[in-house]
């Protein structure tokens, strides 16, 4: 028993001390582990000193890329997310059955979907749960999904490419594909693709195929956006190579360079119009043999307790992501 209270700081570890751990490890530098947690920098390095002389072990070691876990570190900050998990699940399930009288919600959603999804399901929720805190975090699909992997969010809303849709799981992540969005064309006015599209019944515009996109000027995203990985794929099921002439970040730059002219770029068909203006654009849809679109999917934990607030929330999104 005296070795195991040693190892459990006297038997004092608090939910605190498990926290300042697991931040320390997963942000890998103790000056934004400390902004984190809404301390000094003095103060966190003085609590983990304590820490680690109250179990006899060091817990991480200081190096060029970071703050390092030792080995010691590594099974007390996987005890701590076991710990603290186990915790915020108790707190969601007292919420639960305290009838909805508070509680929080943390949800992730890429930019555009959070966009274009908040404002649909917001007002319902309210109305039915007004106490309950709603927490959003935008930002890239894998950054999202990285962190509902570490229970940091409750779910997240996130586009995936179709290879990686079909072939999900793992990582203790589940996830629950919405619906398919398709991806278009977006030319210039008098781009002179009018002649080569074909309007046809299934598709909302004329149908271009991709192969008079061989060695044409396109905008692209970098690559660390879902959509250009998920047009690589489309592109290469075409075995079309088009002339990337430029990598953007924002779309809204990539549809400015579209209208005066100097390249070619993809938009997926839910946002034209809700939130992209292409007034000034020609639209064309890409044969479905390409298999021309990206998935919107539900990322959880896989084992992970939901509460009544959050399944409630999810069921919102379901229906209007129908």
């Known amino acids: ?76 900050y996987a005890m701590a997310v076991d710990i603290l998990d186990i915790y915020n699940d108790f707190q969601q399930k007292l919420v ?24 649909m399901i917001m007002r319902e929720f309210a109305a039915k749960y007004p106490n309950v ?21 409750d779910f997240a809303v996130v586009h995936c490419v179709e290879e990686a849709a079909a072939c999900m799981g793992g990582q203790f992540l589940s996830y629950q594909v919405l619906k398919k969005d398709y991806i278009c064309i977006l030319t210039h006015r008098g781009s002179g693709y009018a002649g080569q599209a074909t ?21 692209l995203e970098s690559r660390k956006h879902c959509l250009r990985r998920c047009m690589d794929a489309i592109l290469n099921r075409a075995n079309v190579i088009p002339k990337i002439v430029m990598e953007i970040e924002n779309f809204e730059t990539s549809k400015r360079l579209v209208e005066i002219g100097y390249a070619m770029a993809f938009i997926n068909e839910q946002y034209i119009g809700e939130l992209i203006d292409v007034a000034n654009c020609e639209v064309y849809s890409i044969p479905k043999r390409y298999r021309p679109f990206w998935t919107v999917c539900l990322v959880r934990p896989e084992n992970g307790y939901l509460s009544v607030a959050a399944q409630e929330i999810i069921r919102l999104i379901e229906e209007n992501e129908r």
Not at 133 to 153: A, C, H, P, W
Not at 200 to 219: N, R, S
């Open 1 to 76: 028993m005296e070795s195991i209270n040693r190892v459990l700081g006297g038997g004092k570890m608090t939910d605190k001390e498990l926290l300042y751990i697991k931040t320390i490890a997963e942000e890998k530098n103790i000056t934004s582990a400390a902004s984190k947690l809404f301390m000094t920098q003095p103060a966190l390095s003085h609590c983990l000193k304590i820490l680690e002389k109250s179990i006899g072990a060091r817990l991480f070691e200081r190096t060029q890329e970071g703050m390092k876990m030792t080995y010691a570190g590594e099974i007390y």
């Open 133 to 153: 805190e709603i927490q959003i975090k935008e930002g890239s699909s894998s950054v999202l999904e990285e962190m509902v992997s570490l229970r940091q969010l």
């Open 199 to 219: 309007r046809m019944t299934g598709y909302p515009y004329p149908v271009l195929d991709l192969k008079h996109l061989e060695q044409q000027p396109v905008v």
């Open 96 to 119: 639960d059955i305290s009838e909805m009288r508070g509680g929080r919600v943390r949800i992730g959603m890429t930019r555009n979907i959070c966009t274009m999804l908040l404002p």
